[in-house]
């Protein structure tokens, strides 16, 4: 108990907040938490690890049936009031409480757009999590680290897992909403604590998305520093290719050494965030350069990234499009809603790619460069069908996009990079991955860049 809690609970301020069961408001029944229950397991196993036998914890109840109908507006209601009662009540399963703040953050959405952490649940998580004591428990386990797997250790596994998990989490929501993909400083980072024969089903996959956390670190470190430097120059640019590089080359080590570890969730998540981290590169360090620098230097930069955006959608596409037809599919519907609203990306810019290269020069007698020429997006796009029903008007908006009647122009041979008009960057998702993926460039990637029509 925090120390503000302790005094407000000692001279009965708390006494008129109480969470109530869905169960005993008759909302819902046994079988269907029990139901709600083994939803969580299938879509996501990790949190399954933490969930008690029986769960007593209103707030956790209700998280989980909302987890399991996300589209419930009786239980979006309940865990309204289940939250503001949570800011005033004495909690009396503290572990329970917090776990469902995670689930909640971790829900599907109702439809697809921009919110990340649902009712802003990992802060809430984190300041529930030190007011009980359980951003120590990584110290007070290191004397017992090597033997967390023993029975007598199972609530301290539990609760590092739990820390963990609440810490992974916050970092991905950093990540998603930072204008940079910087994420929060980590004290004890999973990733820094040797890895035992301890760890179970519960810390591994936590091992390995805290491996996978640090290799993005780096470029948000970068990326901040290229933002928010006094002046431009070419160095703090380069800093942050390297650091992509650095990324690519350790996340193609980590898939293969640690995948035996990671869930197809974690897997999928770090392919479908490089994408995105390519975007907001293009953003960040590309179109939203000062005006001053003039658009050839910024050209080749395009050009890269949108080889690396095209490059990386097709790597989502092709992973989940395996999927289809075999022993285990991949049931999307059960994502965190940001989760969801990402895999739009890949399908925009293949699909908005092709739209650009099929009116290029280079798109004649039946010979194609095609972006999707080595991708199955009719099958991925009803994947994202299947995935929630807001995704059918998503992609019909995403299909009646076209690319601004410039960029034919400009994709020829020859054009003049100083006649390029300021473009956006979500023009640049697909456009400049067009460019990148043919097999022709406006300039070859090693030629010198000038101000004279090539």
């Not at 539990?158 to 989490?169: E, F, P, Q, S």
């Not at 898939?255 to 390519?278: D, H, R, V, W």
């Not at 100083?418 to 640049?428: G, I, T």
């Not at 990148?436 to 000038?450: G, I, K, R, V, Y």
């Given at each position: 108990?925090?120390g ?22 008759g ?147 950093d ?43 780096p ?9 928010h ?149 009719v099958t ?15 992609l ?54 000038s101000?004279?029509?090539?």
């Amino acid at each position: 108990m925090g120390g503000a809690e302790h005094v407000a609970h000692g001279l009965q301020l708390d006494h008129k907040w109480a969470m109530v069961s869905p169960l005993d408001l008759g909302l819902a029944q046994d079988v269907e938490l029990l139901d709600a229950m083994n939803r969580l397991r299938k879509h996501q196993k990790g949190l399954s690890h933490l969930l008690p036998t029986e769960p007593s914890d209103p707030l956790l109840m209700t998280a989980l049936l909302k987890f399991a109908q996300s589209q419930s507006r009786m239980y979006s209601s309940l865990m309204e009031a289940q939250l503001t009662a949570l800011d005033h009540c004495l909690i009396k399963s503290p572990f329970e409480a917090i776990l469902g703040l995670l689930v909640l953050s971790s829900t599907p959405s109702v439809s697809l757009g921009s919110t990340v952490d649902p009712y802003n649940c990992i802060e809430r998580a984190f300041i529930l999590a030190r007011k009980h004591g359980l951003e120590g428990i990584v110290e007070e386990s290191r004397a017992h680290w090597a033997n967390l797997r023993e029975t007598w250790l199972a609530e301290t596994r539990r609760k590092v897992g739990l820390w963990y998990g609440i810490v992974h989490r916050a970092a991905w929501i950093d990540f998603f909403t930072s204008p940079t993909l910087t994420q929060r400083y980590i004290q004890t980072p999973l990733s820094v604590l040797p890895p035992t024969a301890s760890f179970d089903e519960l810390l591994s996959p936590l091992y390995s998305e805290s491996i996978l956390l640090d290799l993005l670190r780096p470029i948000g470190q970068a990326l901040f520093a290229l933002k928010h430097a006094s002046c431009y120059h070419t160095g703090l640019h380069d800093k942050l290719t390297e650091a992509t590089k650095a990324f690519e080359f350790g996340l193609a080590l980590w898939m293969t050494g640690e995948e035996q570890n990671s869930t197809p969730l974690l897997i999928l998540t770090a392919l479908i965030i490089k994408p995105f981290m390519y975007l907001r590169i293009t953003t960040e360090a590309v179109t939203n350069m000062p005006s001053p620098l003039s658009p050839e230097p910024r050209l080749k930069y395009l050009f890269d990234l949108g080889h690396d955006i095209i490059q990386t959608s097709q790597q989502v596409v092709q992973y989940l499009t395996s999927f289809v037809g075999t022993s285990t599919p991949l049931d999307l519907s059960g994502l965190p809603a940001f989760l969801q609203t990402l895999l739009l990306l890949p399908y925009a810019a293949i699909s908005q790619a092709d739209k650009v290269d099929r009116t290029s020069p280079y798109h004649q007698d039946g010979v194609t460069t095609s972006s999707s020429a080595d991708v199955d997006l009719v099958t991925y796009r009803q994947i994202l069908v299947d995935m929630t029903p807001s995704a059918q008007s998503a992609l019909r908006r995403i299909d009646g996009l076209t690319p601004h009647a410039c960029w034919q122009e400009y994709r020829d041979l020859g054009s003049n990079p100083d006649d390029v008009p300021n473009f956006e960057s979500w023009d640049a998702l697909w456009v400049s991955g067009a460019l990148a993926a043919s097999s022709q460039f406006w300039f070859p990637p090693d030629a010198q860049w000038s101000t004279t029509t090539h």
